[in-house]
């Protein structure tokens, strides 16, 4: 009954509806990153540097070579290696056995020729008007190396949202564990794991996170582990204390008096009665591994590149916003803040729904 009432305070929080259903809608976004980005290679890496930092809603006609000897895979969650030449022009001429075109951008006249040979056999003008030049839109604009910056921004929503999962994962994982035993057994035990807390505490989360990257190495899943490894102490000191105060309820004196293990005591009475705030500090915990990762990306120590990361494009770009062109930096930010926004008001939102004083 009480997470009914729960979740009727809950559903009458606005903007804590407007927040589940973006982070919904990032999540979904994130799972079928390359199904909705208009370039599906893979980490949407297809550069074309004469178009480079184009405005949104810019167009260009590609002519497309097709490579031979190169295998063409495709996958849904890695994107496609794509095995063919794509040429941003600006003008076109037929010839008898072939064509002649302009680079996007050339400002002379000069052409460069291809002839039919190059394209598979038989292949005619009609054919290659259908099938080889196409036009393509940015709607945001391209990069500083002339990549689509939506799709971009579309498979770095995986960075984010992953390394929330891993990192509060990572985290409940041992700061419950050790926070149990702790707050449980107490003595010299508690000594101990209180000890460890408050030396990693002490620490500043942003240095032992580059100490434990620069250990394992730079990387995509380094940097969930170190997060991770991080974030674990604020569970425990809550676990602790929580545990050191429900062991001395009734119901669990009642069950020591009956011979029930202290396992079953832990896992079957005490913990359930923590699930509440423990939501509470993980959806905290995702806001800080998102803002943790784009910092560690803007210090060049988080994903590597050609892998998108919204941090990693901020940092690409911070330079432009004195170059006429700030939204290639401020997308990515705004990506960055709305997400946390969103992680921060539904943790608030479900503090105060999951608070039976109210």
Not at 138 to 145: E, P
Not at 225 to 251: C, H, I, P, Q
Not at 315 to 322: P, S, T, V, W
């Amino acid at each position: 009954m009480e997470y009914k009432y729960a979740l009727r305070r809950f559903s009458k929080d606005s903007l804590a509806i407007v927040s589940t259903l973006y982070i919904l809608l990032v999540t979904i976004t994130a799972i079928l990153a390359y199904p909705l980005s208009p370039d599906k290679t893979e980490n949407g890496n297809q550069m074309h540097l004469s178009i480079h930092s184009k405005p949104p809603g810019f167009s260009c006609q590609m002519l497309i070579i097709p490579q031979e000897n190169i295998f063409e895979t495709t996958s849904f969650f890695s994107g496609k290696v794509n095995s063919n030449e794509e040429i941003p022009i600006q003008n076109l001429k037929w010839l008898n056995n072939g064509l002649e075109y302009k680079h996007f951008g050339n400002a002379t006249d000069y052409y460069e020729k291809i002839s039919f040979d190059q394209f598979p056999k038989n292949t005619s003008r009609v054919d290659i008007e259908q099938n080889y030049l196409v036009s393509k839109r940015f709607l945001l604009g391209t990069d500083k190396y002339g990549r689509d910056l939506l799709s971009r921004l579309i498979i770095g929503s995986r960075i984010s949202i992953s390394i929330g999962f891993v990192a509060v994962f990572i985290s409940l994982i041992i700061g419950v564990f050790l926070g149990a035993l702790a707050g449980y057994f107490g003595g010299l035990l508690d000594k101990l794991i209180m000890w460890i807390i408050n030396v990693v505490w002490s620490i500043p989360s942003l240095l032992m996170v580059i100490a434990i990257t620069l250990a394992l190495g730079k990387g995509f899943w380094q940097i969930f582990v170190a997060v991770g490894l991080t974030m674990w102490v604020e569970v425990a000191r809550l676990v602790r204390g929580l545990v050191k105060s429900n062991k001395e309820e009734l119901f669990i004196q009642a069950g020591k008096v009956l011979g029930f293990s202290h396992l079953r005591l832990l896992i079957n009475h005490i913990l359930p009665l923590l699930i509440a705030p423990l939501i509470v500090i993980s959806s905290a915990n995702f806001a800080s591994a998102i803002l943790m990762e784009s910092g560690l990306s803007f210090l060049g120590i988080g994903a590597q590149p050609p892998t998108p990361s919204w941090g990693g494009m901020v940092k690409d770009h911070f330079r432009y916003l004195l170059l006429g062109k700030s939204y290639l930096a401020i997308l990515p930010g705004l990506a960055i803040m709305s997400l946390v926004l969103a992680f921060m008001t539904l943790g608030n939102s479900l503090r105060d729904a999951l608070d039976v004083k109210r």
